[in-house]
């Protein structure tokens, strides 16, 4: 569950920006939502399509350029060492190409990801000093490899950091430490990735009269790619960066790009954020996770047709075996979870498994993390040698907590919403139980919330609607596709699409009729009947179907109009902290206990239901409460953790056969046993000593 946030709109501050730039209305409150009201900030982020800040401001910007000039002049061999992922190898790729336009001795390194692992390496730097490297330039990397650093420059090796990681409070002694996060670097905007930071010392090494413009128009589709895939915030410099990457990578500027967009499906579609998100990002990331990763530079730097589309089509294959694994261990959890739903009740979700690919578990830690709105962290052990990765939610600094528990960890970096590590496996209880000590010490955690943008009448949409938003475009992190709220809307038929992969819905709200699709969702998924009241939260976008425009309405969730999300969201929290063993008072503990009377209602309803697939907690909730108002049931409406406590009571009794997974819960009518006592339930025994213990 999430917390449906709507924003604050000031409506006269709006009207104002909407008359004095000519924008349609619509835009004009989106931008005041999103706090873009000076004049500096509207124009910057509607019309700018080439400034950016001095690449100088950066703290050792200049020693750097000094360095790599005398470098080229003095034909040493230079190393640009990068990182696996689509901003480590577009980075790579960016200054790689650069230096050799400058006709530099120049080469590059990437460590293999399941034999070395993030960061630079001892074993690295040997290879690059018999190879003659003079000095490494670490793009994506490297500010936490204070020893390895030191260890370079034993060996007469010098190195330039350029990285966007956040520092420990020891720098490494490199010749120059280009790393905005350093506390005494005077940049402005900080949060750009680590292609963004190449990009910028690229342009600083041109001098004082750099052709940004031509510069973007040679560099823009890598600044694109590697800024979406490090999921950097699209304002500032990185609009500028993907919004002239997306006109460079519709033009099929670049073969390998161009290549890649083809094996993925799209070579005849203009190609969008989403797009670069969901289809070229992952495969190049793919090859990262499964092996080494020079295949993706070579594919970004190679001008050969055929050599481009053999390396596209392997990285294709890589995505679709990287895919293959995902879903394995995301069965393997599902069945952990299952059969030990205990695992996902602490405030950080730590999952730990045998074998699983280190190069994988990133991005099923946010799986985890989306299905369950907490920060998760997903381990994978390999004897006594295991590597962590996490993801969290906006308000909980992973990389905080992570730090917190240094001293049961060997590496770990990271960055407030992703870190990674690794540990022995004798740690993991500890660290499951030190990174939760820290979370509680935090006190409340924030909710994971779904933001709404605006709340929207149904009359008001319509296809010029969907057009205006699109000034707003390139949409993505930090500039997320609008999202809008409709209310109150009566449900009055679903119609199953593409072999009941999606749904089309159809709602009324008076005289208005609103049509809206719900992708990835079936009729057997689908909680709500014909006749609910429920509040839509959807994207705005134009569909054309033979040169014939008309207003698409997707939907990104749906809840009951008259539900308060926020008191269910408390309630489970309660009753999960209860399950934790969290020290919680008397009158807290009251709200999740049922009473005897609940008990029977409650039993009773699930009786008349006698079993019940895709359950979601929630709209259990939601219908039981209607029955006991409309029923005038002896008990008033039940808390969320009553509910739960009850379903697990139950269970535990031997009266209902309930299995939770992490995407549903099940439940079937068992033939009681003789004498079943309610208070023998387990999880009531449990509430009993907390309550009267406090």
């Excluded at 002239?244 to 073969?255: A, E, H, K, T």
């Amino acid at each position: 569950m999430k917390q449906w946030s709507i924003a604050q709109l000031n409506k006269a501050n709006a009207g104002a920006i909407s008359e004095k730039y000519e924008l349609p209305a619509i835009i004009a409150a989106l931008l005041d939502i999103r706090g873009i009201t000076s004049e500096e900030d509207i124009k910057d982020f509607v019309f700018n399509e080439i400034e950016i800040d001095d690449p100088l401001e950066i703290k050792d910007m200049d020693k750097a350029c000094i360095r790599i000039r005398q470098a080229v002049e003095n034909n040493e061999r230079i190393c640009v060492y990068g990182d696996f992922d689509a901003d480590g190898v577009t980075s790579t790729s960016l200054l790689y190409s650069y230096l050799e336009t400058l006709g530099a001795d120049v080469t590059y390194y990437i460590p293999a990801r399941d034999t070395e692992g993030y960061g630079i390496h001892i074993s690295a730097i040997d290879k690059l000093n018999d190879d003659g490297v003079k000095l490494i330039v670490t793009v994506d990397t490297g500010i936490s490899a204070i020893d390895e650093i030191a260890y370079a420059d034993s060996l007469g090796i010098d190195t330039i950091i350029t990285d966007h990681h956040m520092p420990s409070q020891k720098l490494p002694e490199a010749y120059a430490v280009v790393d905005m996060h350093r506390e005494d670097c005077p940049s402005r905007f900080k949060m750009i990735s680590g292609v963004g930071v190449a990009f910028k010392l690229v342009c600083a090494l041109e001098g004082e009269y750099a052709d940004i413009d031509m510069l973007l128009d040679n560099y823009s589709d890598l600044l694109c790619i590697g800024t979406i895939g490090d999921i950097m915030p699209l304002v500032k410099e990185n609009r500028v960066f993907v919004k002239r990457g997306l006109r460079s990578i519709n033009n099929r500027d670049r073969v390998g790009i161009s290549s890649l967009a083809a094996s993925s499906g799209l070579a005849d579609k203009e190609i969008s954020v989403s797009n670069v998100s969901f289809g070229l990002v992952p495969r190049i990331n793919a090859v990262g996770r499964l092996g080494i990763s020079n295949d993706s530079v070579t594919l970004l730097t190679t001008e050969d047709y055929d050599e481009a589309q053999r390396i596209a089509a392997k990285l294709s294959d890589n995505n679709s075996e990287r895919q293959r694994i995902e879903k394995e261990i995301l069965a393997q959890i599902d069945v952990l979870v299952t059969r030990n739903p205990s695992l996902v009740n602490d405030r950080v979700v730590v999952i730990d498994g045998e074998g699983w690919h280190q190069g994988v578990i990133g991005i099923v830690a946010a799986r985890i993390k989306d299905i369950y709105g907490k920060p998760c962290i997903i381990i994978t052990r390999e004897g006594d040698d295991c590597r962590g990765s996490g993801r969290s939610i906006e308000g909980f600094d992973i990389w905080e907590a992570v730090s917190s528990c240094s001293d049961l960890l060997g590496h770990f970096g990271g960055h407030p919403m992703a870190a990674g590590m690794s540990l022995d496996e004798k740690n993991i209880d500890a660290f499951r139980r030190k990174i939760n000590d820290f979370a509680r010490a935090k006190g409340e955690m924030p909710y994971d919330k779904l933001k709404i943008d605006l709340k929207l009448n149904s009359a008001a949409l319509n296809v010029q609607l969907a057009k205006d938003i699109g000034y707003l475009a390139p949409f993505g992190n930090g500039n997320t596709v609008p999202v809008f709220q409709l209310s109150k809307m009566k449900l009055l038929s679903v119609t199953a699409l593409a072999g009941n992969k999606h749904l089309k819905l159809h709602f009324s709200n008076g005289q208005n009729r609103v049509t809206a699709l719900w992708f990835y969702t079936s009729t057997e998924d689908n909680p709500y009947k014909i006749g609910d009241e429920v509040d839509l939260a959807v994207n705005l976008d134009v569909s054309t179907y033979k040169n014939n425009e008309s207003l698409s309405v997707s939907i990104k969730a749906i809840k009951f109009s008259d539900v308060d999300y926020t008191e269910y969201i408390d309630s489970e929290r309660i009753y999960e902290s209860f399950l934790s063993n969290e020290k919680l008072d008397k009158a807290t503990v009251r709200t999740i206990i049922p009473t005897r009377k609940a008990f029977e209602v409650i039993y009773r309803y699930l009786r008349e239901l006698g079993h019940s697939r895709n359950l979601r907690t929630d709209v259990l909730l939601y219908r039981l409460n209607k029955h006991i108002l409309s029923h005038n049931a002896p008990v008033p409406p039940l808390s969320y953790g009553q509910l739960r406590v009850a379903l697990r009571a139950l269970n535990e009794l031997g009266l209902i056969e309930l299995e939770e997974s992490m995407q549903s819960a099940s439940f079937s009518m068992l033939k009681p046993a003789n004498n079943v006592k309610l208070e023998d339930a387990p999880v009531l025994k449990k509430l009993k000593e907390v309550y009267q213990s406090e």
